[in-house]
Nanobody, 127 residues
Framework: QVQLVESGGGLVQAGGSLRLSCAAS????????MGWFRQAPGQEREFVAAISWSGGSRTYYADSVKGRFTISRDNAKDTVYLQMNTLRPEDTAVYYC???????????????????WGQGTQVTVSS
């Protein structure tokens, strides 16, 4: 059974940084495309960043976070990270990690392509 557990969220001032972690069990993340999504109160879930399986070497970012956020993976730890710099109040949301449904898949912003989701971690950016 696949399990994704996010951590690293919290309260930070605008301009600050946070690093989110997503620890996976039940799958080998090196073989899967992985993504980060977020959902703010009253809004739909939106794509943040994605990374292809290790053989693809591709990353994909939402325009709103490009240049500020970086997605990466540590295959030895089966962990995916989201480094978030220069945070803004509009980045406040619950952040979710997700794994694509199939092996050897690339980065994609389409949430329906992801089969496994974590429980989320809250990020709050104060102005």
């Amino acid at each position: 059974q696949v399990q994704l557990v996010e951590s690293g969220g919290g309260l930070v001032q605008a301009g600050g940084s946070l690093r989110l972690s997503c620890a996976a069990s039940g799958l080998t993340i090196s073989s899967y495309g992985m993504g980060w999504f977020r959902q703010a109160p009253g809004q739909e879930r939106e794509f943040v960043a994605a990374i292809s399986w290790s053989g693809g070497s591709r990353t994909y970012y939402a325009d709103s976070v490009k240049g500020r956020f970086t997605i990466s993976r540590d295959n030895a730890k089966d962990t995916v990270y989201l480094q978030m710099n220069t945070l803004r109040p509009e980045d406040t949301a619950v952040y979710y990690c997700a794994a694509r449904a199939h092996k050897f898949t690339t980065a994609t912003p389409e949430s329906r392509q992801y089969a496994s989701w974590g429980q989320g971690t809250q990020v709050t950016v104060s102005s």
